[in-house]
């Protein structure tokens, strides 16, 4: 997996930022899909490699991420955004695998108190 990120980001497109980034996941169903980063002249609407990874779990057969490795042309280890965040938990849950600086650790870890359309219960409120 780690290996499919640091491949998969030979495919970036990422000529403002020079920074080619390769995201892959391993799915529930055993297969590995993959991402890399579109960037264009607008800078922000750039597509992070966690977004066409996304998008490439859907497009070949959908289910869940079990575990992510982002890594870049180099092949550095590199966190996901906290926008990518919020996509990777979506489509992985909570205890989805993420490898990180720190060791693995799940998304629930990496992203704390994530956004959801299901509000805490009122005795869960600060
Ligand atoms: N980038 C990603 O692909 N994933 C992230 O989680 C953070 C940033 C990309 C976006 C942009 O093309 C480049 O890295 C520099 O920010």
């Not at 979506?90 to 989805?96: D, F, I, N, V």
Request: charged letters at 15%.
């Amino acid at each position: 997996m780690r290996a499919a990120a640091a491949e998969a980001a030979t495919a970036a497109y990422a000529p403002y930022s020079g920074l080619h980034v390769g995201a892959a996941a391993l799915c529930d169903d055993g297969r590995l899909v993959s991402g890399c980063n579109v960037e264009n002249a607008s800078y922000g609407l750039t597509l992070c490699a966690e977004c066409t990874l996304a998008g490439q779990l859907r497009l070949t057969g959908g289910g869940r991420f079990v575990a992510v490795a982002v890594r870049s042309g180099t092949g550095a280890l590199l966190m996901p955004c906290g926008r990518c965040r919020q996509l990777l938990l979506e489509l992985g849950g909570p205890g989805c695998a993420l490898d990180t600086p720190r060791g693995i650790r799940t998304l629930a870890e990496v992203l704390p108190d994530a956004f959801t359309l299901s509000p805490p219960a009122p005795e869960e409120r600060a």
